[in-house]
């Protein structure tokens, strides 16, 4: 949702990378981050899930944000990720709606890359399940903080996401930055709107360099173009 004439423009200077856009766009758009989404129960544990899906605890923590193994709140969804061992159901998904409150809040933010192509949108439909954006750039673009906040999980080379950066605004809104070439800043660090943090790479086993972008508000992934300046942004 870029605007029309910067598409333009920018598109040209990815001319060389065009071959590899075309080779990779739609496998990454019906492939990337399949899995299945698990709702917390009583009793439950990280180390109960990933035994019962067959997934390692850690990579559930990483790509569901979750801090700390004793992190869990009831009722609360889990992003669970496809393996070869136990592939998602999409019968099981589609039952599964997850309520986001409207409560008013809201937080404002800009584009993490001021300089990138908008090749995938925010996706609830279980078969397409895409729970953030994902925005094509050169390899070492520099990557921005959304808003003002504290960085609290930095990760190098984890698993599907690459390296990661997990970014609290407040207590309601957090933002993650996945597939960096590299990481500038460290955890604890408290940033301000625009800083860099990071720059665009192909980590985590995807094949063009771009930033997937998510934003959860407690703990839910909500499309983040509700809450990106429009100056940045215009409608579909």
Same mark, same amino acid.
Not at 96 to 101: A, C, F, N, T, V
Not at 168 to 182: G, P
Not at 184 to 190: R, S
């Given at each position: ?16 990378? %065009?071959?590899?856009?075309?080779? #990779?766009?739609?496998?990454?758009? !019906?492939?990337? $981050? ?11 544990? *990280?180390?109960?899930? #990933? /035994?019962?899906? @067959? ?17 869990? @709140? ?5 992003? *669970? ?8 159901? @999409? %019968?099981? &998904? ?16 800009? $584009? ?10 925010? !996706? ?58 590299? *990481?500038?800043?460290?955890?604890? @660090? ?17 094949? #063009? ?5 998510? &934003?959860?508000?407690?703990? *839910?992934?909500?499309?983040?173009? /509700? ?10």
């Amino acid at each position: 949702m870029l605007y029309t004439s910067f598409c333009r423009t920018f598109i040209l200077t990815l001319a060389l990378l %065009a071959g590899l856009f075309a080779c #990779s766009l739609k496998n990454q758009r !019906d492939q990337e $981050l399949p899995g299945s989404l698990y709702q917390v129960k009583r009793g439950d544990t *990280i180390g109960a899930i #990933s /035994r019962r899906y @067959k997934i390692s605890a850690a990579e559930i923590m990483e790509v569901n944000g979750v801090l700390e193994a004793t992190g869990l @709140k009831v009722g609360q969804y889990l992003f *669970i990720p496809e393996t070869e061992v136990f592939p998602s159901s @999409k %019968a099981a &998904v589609a039952k599964i709606k997850i309520p986001i409150e409207d409560d008013g809040k809201t937080v404002n933010l800009i $584009l993490p890359v001021s300089k990138g192509v908008l090749f995938r949108v925010f !996706d609830k439909t279980p078969e397409r399940l895409f729970e953030g954006i994902a925005l094509g750039a050169p390899q070492n673009t520099l990557v921005h903080a959304a808003a003002k906040g504290e960085v609290i999980y930095v990760a190098e080379n984890v698993n599907r996401f690459g390296r990661m950066i997990i970014i609290k605004h407040d207590e309601t809104f957090v933002s993650l930055y996945a597939h960096l070439e590299r *990481i500038d800043i460290a955890k604890g @660090k408290l940033v301000v709107q625009g800083e860099v943090i990071g720059a665009v790479g192909t980590s985590g086993g995807v094949e #063009s360099p771009r930033l997937y972008f998510q &934003v959860r508000k407690n703990r *839910i992934p909500v499309d983040p173009e /509700r809450y990106l300046s429009k100056s940045q942004y215009v409608a579909h």
